[in-house]
């Protein structure tokens, strides 16, 4: 009797877009702003479906904004050429709470998960390439890192906001990594993190930080500058300006 042929393993990214972003002002939620004429969600999408390696797409949505984020995915669909599936999903009261909703809506043939941003859009298929590769090749979790520039003072923080704060000690700067997205993960031991360290609340700041507690390894791969996050008003300027050389010099 022939044995039966495995499908091939598919690897997806999750997107959780749920959030605000009170601090690029009042108004539209920060993952639909404008960049270049295009919402900073749709540009993440694309993002990720350009990467070959990227089978499916889940954004997560604010939990009454599925059918408003549907829509504008479809007002700007991806290129004729790529067929990456892009799902909507529903999210939850946090950041933790969506990407476990993410990853509950991904097929059960996924071996390899991507959690990227909405708020950096332009983080290069290079960058997202290199993580892929770093889990395919048998990592738990593996996250892009850039070098800091600046020197770090851990503090004491100080009651209320725009006080004096005391230093309590100084990092040694060429051990530290300003960690991005997207952060790719092995399914089982990211599934594991949610259902574990979710347990515990909030748990973490990204997802990688989950892994940790699990005292699993997590590997860091070079990051880019271009796949800086969208917070603040200063980096719409810059991710504007950064767009606008892409497209004059890549017709990206």
Do not use: C, W
């Not at 499908?7 to 877009?17: G, H, N, Q, S």
């Not at 900073?40 to 694309?46: C, E, K």
């Not at 390696?53 to 889940?58: C, K």
């Not at 990227?116 to 290199?130: F, S, Y």
Request: proline share 9%; no cysteine.
């Amino acid at each position: 009797m022939a044995e039966k042929t495995r499908p091939p393993a598919r690897t997806a990214a999750v997107i959780p877009a749920a959030g605000l972003g009170t601090r690029l002002g009042p108004g539209t939620p920060k993952a639909l702003r404008p960049l270049g004429g295009t919402p900073i969600l749709v540009h993440a999408v694309r993002a990720m479906a350009l990467a070959r390696a990227v089978d499916l797409v889940v954004v997560v949505a604010p939990h009454d904004g599925v059918a408003e984020v549907r829509r504008l995915l479809d007002a700007h669909p991806l290129p004729a050429y790529d067929v990456t599936e892009v799902l909507v999903v529903p999210g939850g009261e946090n950041r933790q709470e969506s990407v476990g909703r993410g990853l509950a809506a991904l097929p059960t043939d996924v071996d390899v998960v991507l959690v990227h941003d909405a708020a950096r859009p332009l983080v290069p298929l290079d960058t997202v390439a290199a993580v892929i590769a770093a889990v395919r090749a048998g990592a738990a979790a593996v996250v892009p890192g850039m070098p800091l520039a600046d020197t770090v003072k851990e503090v004491e923080p100080a009651a209320g906001s725009g006080g004096p704060e005391t230093v309590t000690g100084t990092p040694e700067r060429g051990r530290l990594r300003a960690v991005q997205t997207p952060q790719g993960f092995d399914r089982a031991v990211l599934d594991e993190a949610h259902r574990r360290i979710g347990l515990e609340g909030e748990g973490a700041t990204d997802d990688a930080g989950m892994v940790e507690r699990l005292g699993r390894p997590v590997l860091i791969v070079p990051g880019h500058e271009e796949a800086f996050k969208i917070t603040r008003p200063l980096d719409l300027v810059l991710a504007e300006a950064v767009l606008a050389r892409r497209r004059a010099t890549d017709g990206f």
